[in-house]
Structure formats: structure tokens, C-alpha cells
């Protein structure tokens, strides 16, 4: 395991969102090192907003606590909002010297002078260069130019950007052999390292307590739940059409919701009795869900961000020994053993029948053991031996 060195991560959102796969690495580097999760910077129309609703005043945003810890050495750290993004060209200079100097200080008190610097989309990309890095990490987690609701010209810019990050990062991990194959260029394949998606088995092993969520244990069973992004990477319409053929199942949908591009479709879903949508729940409940579900459901739309995906939730219903149906993706596939693929309707339907009436202890068993090599612990030991060989090269 790697130890003793400081990480500074950019996120693309607040430590306190839904948990993804950065929030376990994180947590799980900070046992024997310095981490510092920066959280994204805010904008100018963010603060001219909060300052015409007098949320704040300018003398507030300077006397503001930026870093805060979370838990032993780990730390979050809040950009200053003095110092936001936008504005005309001497403004966003200005604001980017303001930033990069509040955080070098922030980080000199915590004795982090060379940290490894992680960047983890395309929108962290003017902070590449604010810190002198021991080790240039680039995290690709998604395939950024896959995102529905980019236009051309936004998308023309983040596929420059990433071509700029991964010639500027000594380290590239990417979480699916798709986006290795789709990214990794003839000539940098060799900083490229494949790291995808695992479940935490202190939460989700066999011996684990399980708290049944009050909004659960009031609930119809079966229960066929999902969760994570709620949003137009989801067959919304395939759902509706399970809830309506059998009312007498309960669907719960579970997590972050982002309505651009499907509001309409998800607001007809969750208008059925049998349709629930929970809020996203803080990372250390999310088990105590998963595990109180029938089923799991991974109800993709197949597309080009998808199709590039390494599904967390698959991980974890897995490590909850659920049955689990699943969308054609390579992610699932991966798993084909234990994880039934449904294309149409019909067989979404006759697979998830067929599971809720043949499952039984041994079958949980089968599907946890073969996801037990994949702990989000085993995970970073992989990647410590990246990090360590990187180390070496730079």
C-alpha cells in the first residue's frame, strides 16, 4: 500500500453528493496518507446570485473556512468564493491567481508541498497546473464526450481538453477496457492503467449487519431497486412498462436526479403507486439499501456512454448476492454467469419473474463470491502499485 504521500483531487462535485468510486479510493489512500478533495469552484453568476438574495456578503466570503476535515487525514476543501470562475479576461486572471494561492497555503499548513495531483474531468482542466506535482494523475471514469446534453462546440472543447490532460498526466486510469481501447493513443498507452469499479464487503459481506430503511420496510415486496444516477442514461421508458405489466412489483429508484432530457418520461414513471424515488443517501446508508432490495436493477439505455461504463451499483448488488438484470452493456456482460441480460421488454420481464421465484441463500452465495475479488480495497492495492511504479518513472 502507498503511504506517506499527499493527494489533492479535484472533483466535479461536492464530497457530500452521491458516493462514486472516488469517494472509496479516496477514503481508502487517506488510512496511510494525506488526502485533499477540492470541491468544484463556484461561478461568478453563482455569487452575484447568493449576494442579490444577501445570502452572504463580500466580507463573509473572506473570513470563510476553506479546509475542513472529514476524517483522519483526510480533508475537504471549499475554493473561496471571492474567487470564482468567469468573468472577462483580466477578471479570470485575477480570480486564478486568488484561487491557486488560497490553496497552496491551505496546503503548506497541512505540510503538503508536492502533492500528487489528481484531476478527474475535463472541467478541472485549469487546474492542472496550480500545484508543483510529485505525480500527474488523469481518472476517467466516464467517456466525458459521450454526455448527451453536450453541444458540438462544448464538445469540440472537452475532447481538446482530455487530449491535453492525458499528454500532461504521468498516470492515466481509466475504469473500463472500452475507454482504454477508446482513449489510449498508439504512442501513450504505456502511462494507461485499467482500474474499474469495486464494492466495500465490510458493508456488503456476508457477516454485515443490515438496517432496514424505514422507507423500504413500509413498501410492497418484491422490491426492484436501482441506484445511482437517475437521469437519461436510463431506459425510463422500460421501467414504466415493467411497473405498468406488474403493479403488484415495487420499483424503487434511488439517488442523484438530473431531469435534463427525460423529465417528462421520469415524471410519468414515478407517477405510477408502484414507483418510488428516493433521494440520494450519505455513502455510509447506501448498503443498508441496497441490501434491503430484491432485485437489482441495471436499466441502461445502450449507448456510447454506457457502453464505456463500469456500473458501481452492479458491484454492489453483487456483493449484496441480489439477482441482478441487467442492459446489454460490457459491464454487466462481464458478469454473465451471474447477471441475467435482458434486451426487450418481454425479457425484462419474464428474467425478473423467473429470479424472484428461483432465488434462494445459495444462489446469493454464488453471486457474491464471484465479485469477492473485487473489493474497493483490492482496488487500491492495484492502483498503489500504479502510483508506485509511476513514481519510479517520473
Same mark, same amino acid.
Given at each position: 500500500m502507498i503511504? %506517506?504521500? %499527499?493527494?489533492?483531487?479535484? %472533483?466535479?462535485?461536492p464530497w457530500d453528493s452521491m458516493w462514486r468510486n472516488r469517494h472509496h479510493l479516496m477514503t481508502r489512500l487517506a488510512r496511510t496518507n494525506k488526502v485533499v478533495y477540492v470541491e468544484p469552484r463556484p461561478y461568478v453568476h453563482q455569487i452575484a446570485a447568493s449576494l442579490r438574495r444577501r445570502e452572504s456578503g463580500l466580507l463573509d466570503m473572506w473570513r470563510e473556512r476553506c479546509m475542513i476535515q472529514e476524517q483522519p487525514n483526510l480533508w475537504v476543501y471549499r475554493p473561496p468564493r471571492y474567487a470564482p470562475l468567469g468573468g472577462p479576461p483580466p477578471v479570470r486572471a485575477t480570480t486564478h491567481a486568488l484561487r491557486k494561492g488560497a490553496?497552496?497555503?491551505?496546503?503548506?499548513?497541512? %505540510?503538503?508541498k508536492r502533492p500528487i495531483v489528481w484531476i478527474s474531468t475535463p472541467t478541472q482542466f485549469d487546474a492542472r497546473l496550480d500545484l508543483p506535482a510529485r505525480l500527474r494523475v488523469y481518472h476517467i471514469?466516464?467517456?466525458?464526450?459521450?454526455y448527451h446534453d453536450l453541444a458540438a462546440a462544448r464538445r469540440d472543447s472537452y475532447a481538446r481538453r482530455e487530449r491535453e490532460l492525458i499528454e500532461w498526466a504521468d498516470l492515466v486510469v481509466v475504469v473500463s477496457p472500452a475507454l482504454l481501447a477508446s482513449k489510449a493513443a498508439a504512442d501513450q498507452e504505456a502511462k494507461f492503467r485499467l482500474l474499474p469499479n469495486g464494492y466495500d464487503d465490510a458493508a456488503y459481506g456476508a457477516g454485515s449487519p443490515v438496517a432496514q430503511p424505514p422507507e423500504l420496510a413500509a413498501l410492497p415486496r418484491p422490491i426492484l431497486g436501482y441506484v445511482g444516477l437517475i437521469s437519461v442514461r436510463l431506459d425510463l421508458a422500460l421501467l414504466d412498462a415493467l411497473a405498468a405489466a406488474h403493479p403488484e412489483w415495487t420499483l424503487v429508484l434511488m439517488g442523484t436526479v438530473y431531469r435534463q432530457g427525460c423529465g417528462d418520461a421520469l415524471d410519468r414513471l414515478v407517477g405510477r403507486a408502484n414507483v418510488h424515488l428516493l433521494p440520494a443517501v450519505p455513502g455510509s446508508q447506501v448498503a443498508d439499501y441496497v441490501r434491503s432490495f430484491d432485485l437489482g436493477l441495471l436499466p441502461y439505455r445502450v449507448t456510447q456512454e454506457t457502453v464505456h461504463a463500469s456500473p458501481l451499483k452492479l458491484y454492489e448488488y453483487l456483493g449484496a448476492g441480489l439477482p441482478v438484470v441487467a442492459a446489454d452493456v460490457p459491464g454487466a456482460q462481464e458478469f454473465a454467469a451471474v447477471v441475467d441480460i435482458a434486451r426487450t421488454p418481454e425479457e425484462w420481464v419474464d428474467v425478473i419473474a423467473r429470479r424472484l421465484a428461483d432465488d434462494g441463500p445459495e444462489r446469493r452465495e454464488t453471486r457474491h463470491a464471484a465479485v469477492a475479488p473485487h473489493t474497493w480495497d483490492a482496488r487500491v492495492r492495484t492502483l498503489s502499485g500504479y502510483l508506485a511504479n509511476a513514481l519510479e518513472s517520473s
Open positions: 503511504s %506517506g504521500e %499527499g493527494f489533492v483531487y479535484f %472533483g466535479p462535485e490553496l497552496r497555503r491551505e496546503l503548506a499548513v497541512l %505540510g503538503i471514469v466516464d467517456d466525458y464526450l459521450a
